[in-house]
């Protein structure tokens, strides 16, 4: 399911820089993130679910993580929610994007940057209410909100390039819209001024969320209202 054209490498060879959501280059991120996601309530991991419900997840994490309960005791729920999201169970041999152009940037020694801070992208997370995190892990612990073949929607459309599509389907994904607003529509207004500064000194390679592009809100109709051209590039 990995698309990768060759319009898509010429832009990449291009530009003079290449801008992800955070700076991927940055050799603290993952240090940052891992200790934004430690709980500082107080809480352990099990204090958050009923005895049976707990007695799941300690069964889930070690047959479809292979992992043991205990390595996440000390982590906010929202850290199991996000690992449980990401993983892939159909795929033998996942793929990265990120670390794909990252790659690439780095061979041709461009610059890496970032259009937010860990702590911005933290805050996001903690932003999410504790009971509906809860909510959905339960729920996939329950077999709901599993349907592969809405999953397999969201992937034709990506493929196909299908930003109405793929709007479409993220509007009937269960998402609230305070959820929508906060992960999409605030952070592309943010992002806007911090892209238009970056533009203005060189050419920048943006890889971003395709979720962030379409829509009144999305980023493309924002560069627009900004006078910039927009064309895609197939």
């Known amino acids: 399911?990995?698309?990768?054209?060759?319009?898509?490498?010429?832009?990449?060879?291009?530009?003079?820089?290449?801008?992800?959501?955070m700076d991927m280059d940055d050799p603290n991120i993952m240090?940052?993130?891992?200790?934004?996601?430690?709980?500082?309530?107080?809480?352990?991991?099990?204090?958050?679910?009923?005895?049976?419900?707990?007695?799941?997840?300690?069964?889930?994490v070690k047959d479809s993580l292979g992992m043991n309960i205990e390595l996440f005791q000390q982590m906010k729920p929202v850290a199991l929610q996000t690992l449980f999201s990401t993983q892939s169970s159909d795929c033998s041999n996942?793929?990265?994007?990120?670390?794909?152009?990252?790659?690439?940037?780095?061979?041709?020694?461009?610059?890496?940057?970032?259009?937010e801070t860990v702590s911005e992208q933290l805050d996001l997370f903690d932003n999410m209410p504790v009971d509906s995190v809860i909510k959905d892990i339960v729920d996939l612990l329950n077999g709901k909100n599993t349907d592969k073949g809405d999953f397999k929607k969201l992937t034709t459309a990506y493929k196909n390039q299908d930003l109405p599509a793929l709007g479409k389907l993220i509007k009937q994904s269960g998402a609230s819209d305070k959820d929508i607003d906060g992960f999409l529509d605030v952070r592309n207004e943010k992002w806007i001024p911090r892209m238009v500064e970056k533009m203005d000194k060189t050419s920048v390679f943006f890889?971003?969320?395709?979720g962030h592009l379409y829509g009144e809100n999305g980023l493309i109709s924002l560069l627009k209202k900004e006078r910039y051209t927009v064309t895609?590039?197939?």
């Open 1 to 21: 399911d990995y698309i990768w054209t060759d319009a898509m490498k010429q832009s990449l060879l291009k530009s003079k820089e290449v801008c992800f959501e």
């Open 31 to 60: 240090m940052q993130i891992a200790a934004g996601m430690i709980d500082q309530s107080g809480k352990k991991l099990k204090d958050y679910f009923s005895p049976a419900d707990y007695e799941k997840l300690e069964k889930y």
């Open 94 to 115: 996942p793929i990265s994007y990120e670390n794909n152009i990252m790659e690439a940037a780095k061979t041709d020694k461009k610059e890496i940057t970032g259009l």
């Open 207 to 210: 890889a971003v969320g395709a």
């Open 232 to 234: 895609p590039i197939k």
